[in-house]
């Protein structure tokens, strides 16, 4: 079965981008809103990895985190990225793997891959 993963970026030419770079090799959805994902996520299974932005206006990516890990536990994998060059412990109580923005392709899917493996 294809590993779900999913993107939730306010960025949305960064969403565009990963989306076209990853759908060949995985089930790629994406969102630009924590909220609005959360809204649809009620009604549906659960992703095997999410990609979140640390910084969204609506929802913080470690919220967003915080509440889907509550419902499935370990069964998602949470990779954080962020442009922040340093971030408090309390944000990554529920992130499996931590990355900086700007992300190498090659490293985000080596990274994804890690992540979906495990």
Do not use: W
Request: aromatic share 10%.
């Amino acid at each position: 079965m294809t590993a779900r993963v999913i993107f939730i970026d306010d960025e949305v030419d960064f969403l565009n981008i990963q989306y076209e770079f990853f759908k060949h090799r995985y089930n790629v959805e994406r969102y630009s809103d924590g909220t609005k994902f959360l809204d649809d996520f009620k009604c549906s299974e659960s992703p095997t990895v999410l990609i979140l932005d640390l910084m969204m206006p609506m929802i913080s990516g470690d919220k967003v985190a915080s509440k889907v890990k509550k419902q499935f536990g370990d069964k998602v994998k949470v990779l954080l990225l962020t442009a922040k060059q340093y971030v408090p412990s309390c944000e990554l109580e529920n992130v499996d793997l931590l990355l900086h923005k700007p992300v190498n392709f090659g490293l985000l899917g080596s990274s994804i891959e890690q992540l979906v493996e495990n």
